[in-house]
Nanobody
């Protein structure tokens, strides 16, 4: 079992930056692939980024590639999402998720463990 708690969301102007954190409980954090997803009002939840258990592989949605960076610190049981050059279309509730071996990594159906979400609002 893994429990996830996101933090770091807020209101920011377009072009600004935010860093989201996701703290995980449990001693097996380093065994999990970690993903970030987001859901905007009236839209389906979508993949944002994922990182392998070692941090050696990282994956991004085309819409955030070059602006967002996912990272993890297994010693702190935490995964991060650094978001730069934010756009109004990035406004959404952001969720972190965990799964041992999601296949494919970009499908939210593959993840068993989810945080409660944190709101990110980007004003124009």
């Amino acid at each position: 079992q893994v429990q996830l708690v996101e933090s770091g969301g807020g209101l920011v102007q377009a072009g600004g930056s935010l860093r989201l954190s996701c703290a995980a409980s449990g001693r097996t954090f380093s065994s999990y692939v970690m993903g970030w997803f987001r859901q905007a009002p009236g839209k389906e939840r979508e993949f944002v980024a994922a990182i392998s258990w070692s941090g050696g592989s990282r994956y991004y949605a085309d819409s955030v590639k070059g602006r967002f960076t996912i990272s993890r610190d297994n010693a702190k049981n935490t995964v991060y999402l650094q978001m730069n050059s934010l756009k109004p279309e990035d406004t959404a509730v952001y969720y972190c998720a965990a799964q041992v071996d999601p296949d494919p990594y970009y499908s939210d159906y593959e993840y068993d463990y989810w945080g409660q979400g944190t709101q990110v609002t980007v004003s124009s």
